[in-house]
């Protein structure tokens, strides 16, 4: 199939709006391979494009650290994407896209409280690899700045930054002779208020301005708070369909598609506001992670049965492994409440309710560890024994969220629509 570029996409959804056969389409956290080859069945099954959006912290180069998802850097993601496509005879249309790229956007750098400088350089050595890996997409977001810890940064700062960067990735596109590739800017950090719809504005008119001085291209999308919010594994914000509405018809006054973050455990009320609110697209990543994990301790339930009856003698380890590399990893701070992001693992360890609980968040953090991992392999043997293939529930199971939100979002049969756009 050809590949249409992304804004081509965009633009055909902000075209059927106009009809009502327009869709909302996924920004996919990558968490694992099994994630991946969900996405891209469903993708085929159902007739729609997808994206893959990856946080510097999933995916990036090795020389900054990699990424926690499968150890994958810009090269080896894609090309295990591409390696799941070929394997299932994929015939649509995906993206290899970064979310939130640019300065302390790797939780390291920030905690390391980098200087501004160092941080810019390195935010653009890993935008430097996503180019070449021929990634469609670009989120720029200067958003993040340790020195000004729980405050907004200024539209100027933030413009600034963004059309600098914009300016810098085009530069070294066109220096290696590669096609277009679209952009994705915001005005702050989604944090579950809402994104009130003049500074909205301001921001595309000063950003529409300074892109034109230098002769560079409008972004692709531009995000949008909408009340959405996640934290450990549900959706704590709330859906403001006005102020989503509203964000909506004012980028498409500028061809540009609104885009929500913090997707996340959305009921399917929300889900549906979408279609008439003309959202263009939606960012869900850690419910994925969540799902996936969920399947592996369905599996160790299984397993724990069948060992109980006589017919495992040799068990795995799964639960407990996960349990434990899930609460030492720590990443399951940034998705606590209130005075539980102090807590220590000790104190977790103690705490069967609370460890229970670190385990779902943070189960998907651990799925590359080597001792999770030789854990998981030999669960699947065991059950494989008695004709459960768990690779195959792992995947399916992860398709289910994915499909529930592709319905809602009238995704079915949209690559065919807007190719027939012409």
């Known amino acids: 199939m050809e590949k249409l570029p992304i804004k081509k996409v965009v633009q055909g959804l902000l075209t059927l709006q106009e009809t009502g056969e327009s869709a909302t389409i996924l920004g996919i956290g990558p968490m694992s391979k ?4 969900a996405t891209l069945e469903l993708s085929k099954e159902d007739d729609y494009p997808v994206m893959f959006i990856a946080s510097r912290n999933q995916v990036d180069a090795d020389e900054l650290g990699g990424g926690y998802v499968n150890g994958w850097n810009q090269f080896t993601f894609a090309k295990a994407v591409e390696e799941v496509a070929t394997e299932i005879g994929y015939d649509n249309l995906y993206y290899m896209c970064r979310d939130h790229g640019g300065p302390w956007q790797r939780d390291q750098e920030r905690n390391d409280h980098l200087p501004f400088e160092k941080a810019m350089e390195l935010g653009k050595q890993s935008y430097v690899a996503d180019i070449e890996a021929g990634f469609d997409l670009l989120m720029i977001d200067p958003t993040k700045d ?4 729980g405050k ?6 933030v413009l600034e930054r963004t059309v600098d960067l914009i300016e810098f990735c085009e530069n070294e596109r066109k220096a290696r ?8 800017v915001g005005t702050e950090e ?4 809402l994104t009130s719809t003049e500074t909205y504005e301001t921001f595309i008119l000063r950003l529409k ?5 230098r002769g560079l291209p409008m972004p692709t999308f531009i995000v949008g708070q909408t009340g959405t919010l996640t934290r450990k594994t549900e959706q704590v914000g709330t859906f403001n369909f006005k102020n989503a509405y509203d964000l909506a018809q004012m980028a498409k006054q500028y061809g540009v598609g609104l885009k929500e973050h913090n997707g996340d455990y959305l009921d ?10 003309e959202i263009t697209a939606t960012n869900v990543a850690p419910q994925y992670g969540t799902e996936e994990t969920r399947a592996y301790l369905n599996l160790a339930a299984v397993e724990a049965k069948l060992v109980e009856n006589g017919l495992i003698e040799t068990p795995s380890n799964t639960r407990e492994v996960l349990l434990v590399h899930a609460i030492k990893s720590e990443r399951w701070r940034k998705w606590m409440v209130g005075d539980q992001v102090n807590l220590t693992v000790d104190e977790i360890m103690k705490d069967a309710a609370l460890s229970e609980e670190i385990l779902d968040i943070a189960g998907h953090y651990t799925f590359n560890d080597e001792a999770v991992k030789a854990e998981i392999e030999v669960m ?7 004709h459960i293939h768990g690779q195959r529930y792992v995947i399916d199971h992860i398709k289910r969220p994915i499909r529930d939100y592709a319905e809602c979002y009238n995704l079915k049969g949209v690559t065919t629509r807007i190719k027939n756009l012409g």
Do not use: M, R, W
């Open 152 to 157: 907004v940064i200024p539209l100027d700062t």
């Open 146 to 149: 340790p020195f000004e810890i």
């Open 268 to 277: 399917d009320v929300t889900l549906l506001e979408h279609i008439p609110s």
């Open 190 to 193: 989604t944090n579950g208020g």
């Open 380 to 386: 699947y043997s065991n059950l494989a024994k008695h």
């Open 209 to 213: 301005e300074e892109l034109e001085k």
């Open 177 to 184: 002779n590669l096609p277009e590739i679209g952009y994705e």
């Open 34 to 37: 099994n994630c991946v080859q």
